[in-house]
Each structure stands twice: as structure tokens, then as C-alpha cells.
């Protein structure tokens, strides 16, 4: 099967996020001090994980196999951390920079696609979500962290709720761009403001007593 067609403003969309999303994958391979290729191949992961998924869901070539621009965009990603390296590893808080605006680019997109498919607007923010967050989640397995969508922090949430804005401005009847400007921004605001103040879920902990397993959330 073919791609989804869709227009200039998404593909840029959906490149810049590829580029953003592939700095974050390298930025933290090259923290963990991996070579070239290692930290590319994080980079990879990170920029098409979720789309891919998004996309065999669907039912269709996964978007960067007939497109070498998005190959390009990670390559883009690796060159940007190996020349400004000093930069981007060593000062606190530009992975999270990078992270938010790939999150939040690709759930507007991985949304869009979606609607373009036929499917209701409940599944389009369920692919949404699986685009901006799966490809984290693969970065985060292959070195071996606990995944930040399945830790305290407002991620996957961050997703969802931006979904729900991109619904609620499409109702109001702006043309396409206007819902999809404001689901990214809202996301990629709330994950900024979610790190700056540590807003999180409380976490789910346990404890054992006279060998009976009892989970208790305290």
C-alpha cells in the first residue's frame, strides 16, 4: 500500500520533528558515551519508533521508507550533536528541549495522518499518542532506562491532552493548520512546564508483609 498524502505544512512538520527527535536519541546515546553508529541507531529509533508503529496499524508503508528526506533529517541529527557535542550533552535540560518539540510535532502529525485514514478522532489521538511517545520509549529501552512515558512524569498525558485541543479548536471550524498548531504547542508547553516544575502522577508503591503480596498505593 501507498503512504498518506498530505500537504507542504505537514511534511515540513514531520521532518523537523524526524531532525528533533533524532537529537534527542544521539544527545543522550552520546551522554552515555556511545560510538558513532551506536548513537545514530538511537537516533533512528527514536525519530521513526512511533510513526512506524502508527503506520502498520494503519495499514501502510511506513513513512520513511519511500521518502530518503527523512533519512537524511537523523543523519542531519547525529552531524548537529557531533559538532555542538560540548553544548548539547553537557548543559542540563537540552534533551528535554528537544524531546518536547519532537513530542509534541509528531503526536499533530501522527494525528492528522490518522484523520486522513477515515478514523474517528478517538483513535486518531490514540495514534497520535503512540507516535510521540513510542519512539521515546524505544531510546529509553535500548539504553537501558526506564522509558519517561512509564515513570511519574506528564508524557503520555502530555499527548492525550494535546489531542483533546486538537479536537476542540477542529470544532470551532479553523481550516486544518490552526488545530494543528495549537495541539503542538500545547504539548510541547505543558512538557516544558512539566519539567520546569516537576509535575507528575504519584507513583504506585508497595510493600510486603507476613509473606502476603499486597500492592498499596500510598
Same mark, same amino acid.
Given at each position: ?15 523537523i520533528a524526524t531532525a528533533f527527535y533524532a537529537i534527542s536519541g544521539v544527545r543522550l546515546a552520546a551522554f552515555k558515551k ?7 541507531? !538511537? ?28 533519512? !537524511? ?5 547525529l552531524v548537529t550533536v557531533i559538532i555542538f557535542s560540548k553544548w548539547l550533552v553537557r548543559i542540563e535540560g537540552t534533551f ?46 535500548? !539504553?537501558n532506562e526506564v522509558p519517561l512515558v512509564f515513570r511519574k512524569e506528564v508524557y503520555a498525558t502530555a499527548c492525550i491532552m ?41 507513583? !504506585? ?14
Open positions: 500500500m501507498v503512504g498518506i498524502e498530505f500537504g507542504t505544512f505537514e511534511y515540513s512538520l514531520e521532518l556511545f560510538d558513532w553508529f551506536g548513537a545514530y541507531t !538511537i537516533g533512528f529509533l527514536t525519530a521513526f519508533g512511533g510513526g512506524t508503529i502508527r503506520d502498520l496499524l494503519l495499514g501502510v508503508d511506513p513513512f520513511w521508507m519511500d521518502d530518503v528526506n527523512y533519512v !537524511i533529517a537523523t543523519v542531519v541529527g528535554y528541549i528537544f524531546d518536547a518539540i519532537g513530542l509534541g510535532l509528531f503526536v499533530d502529525v501522527g494525528i492528522y495522518k490518522t484523520l486522513m485514514t477515515g478514523h474517528p478522532m478517538w483513535m486518531a489521538i490514540m495514534m497520535g499518542t503512540i507516535t510521540g511517545a513510542m519512539g521515546g520509549v524505544l531510546r529509553d529501552i535500548f !539504553i494535546g489531542g483533546i485541543v486538537y479536537w476542540l479548536v477542529g470544532l470551532l471550524g479553523y481550516n486544518a493548520i490552526v488545530p494543528q498548531l495549537c495541539c503542538a504547542t500545547f504539548v510541547i508547553v505543558l512538557r516544558f512546564l512539566a519539567v520546569k516544575y516537576n509535575w507528575s502522577f504519584p507513583a !504506585i508503591h508497595y510493600s510486603f508483609s507476613d509473606g502476603n503480596d499486597e500492592i498499596k498505593d500510598t
